[in-house]
């Protein structure tokens, strides 16, 4: 089955610089993969999905990467400010090209001023 | 944005109880609506996907007589939690999913959660 693995020690960034968060999966290659945000006692927001034959997606601050042959995906936050310390999780299709998702346990950002 | 709702936000029962939990797509139908739970520090785990006029379907080691799950329209996703024990106590999170929308879209808006502590 697949497995998805997100770098579970949180990340303390300064306020301006770039956070990079990464993402790697085990198993087969998904047709998507999905990045959301989550604040303590709420649920999932969804950020970005990038597909299987992008290699790079970007909206406004936020980049996402999609290396196939690396099982990786980058997730990157420019000009960072305290506002985006949360826990970013990312998610890809349970079987390929299927609404369900399998979730990472996130990767908690702190960005301090 | 399309925005989901769930209700109650926290709900505290006794052990052996049931605790009903709704998800409401706002301002969209939803032919599609998922439910998760989440373990403290853990990642979200699918429980189960909800189409509407149909039956569920769960995934696998999820108990279909434990966790009721009534999807009676397009806007409205119910689950049950039957005799509630507290391993049962979690965070439960549903999704939807808009009608109409292909595979793989990104139109997975998820609900703000609901705590359920079972005593």
């Known amino acids: 089955s697949q497995k998805i693995e997100q770098n579970s020690e949180a990340l303390n960034i300064q306020e301006g610089k770039t956070a990079t968060l990464t993402c790697n999966y085990t198993?087969?290659?998904?047709?998507?993969l999905q990045w959301y945000r989550q604040d303590p006692g709420r649920g999932p927001v969804f950020l970005l999905l990038?597909?299987?034959?992008?290699k790079e997606k970007r909206k406004e601050r936020l980049k996402v990467t999609f290396d196939t042959t690396l099982k990786q995906s980058l997730f990157h936050i420019t000009a960072s400010q305290p506002a985006d310390s949360a826990t970013y999780l990312c998610?890809?299709?349970?079987?390929?090209?299927?609404?369900?998702?399998?979730f990472g346990t996130g990767t908690r950002l702190q960005v301090f001023p | 944005g399309a925005v989901v709702s769930q209700h109650p936000s926290w709900v505290i029962c006794k052990s052996g109880t049931s605790v009903k939990i709704e998800c409401r797509s706002l301002?969209?139908?939803?032919?599609?609506m998922f439910w998760y739970r989440q373990f403290p520090k853990q990642s979200l785990m699918l429980m189960a996907t909800?189409?509407?006029?149909?039956?569920?379907?769960?995934e696998q080691g999820v108990e279909k007589d434990k966790f009721l799950i009534n999807h009676a329209s397009l806007t409205l996703s119910t689950l049950t939690v039957t005799s509630a024990h507290p391993e049962d106590s979690s965070f439960y999170i549903c999704?939807?999913?808009?009608?109409?929308?292909?595979?793989?879209?990104?139109?997975?808006?998820f609900g703000p959660g609901t705590r359920l502590l079972v005593l």
């Open positions: 998610a890809l299709d349970q079987s390929y090209n299927t609404d369900k998702l399998i």
């Open positions: 999704s939807a999913i808009l009608a109409g929308v292909a595979f793989g879209q990104e139109t997975q808006y």
């Open positions: 198993n087969y290659s998904p047709a998507y």
């Open positions: 990038i597909r299987e034959n992008e």
């Open positions: 301002d969209f139908q939803a032919t599609t």
């Open positions: 909800s189409n509407e006029g149909s039956k569920a379907t769960y």
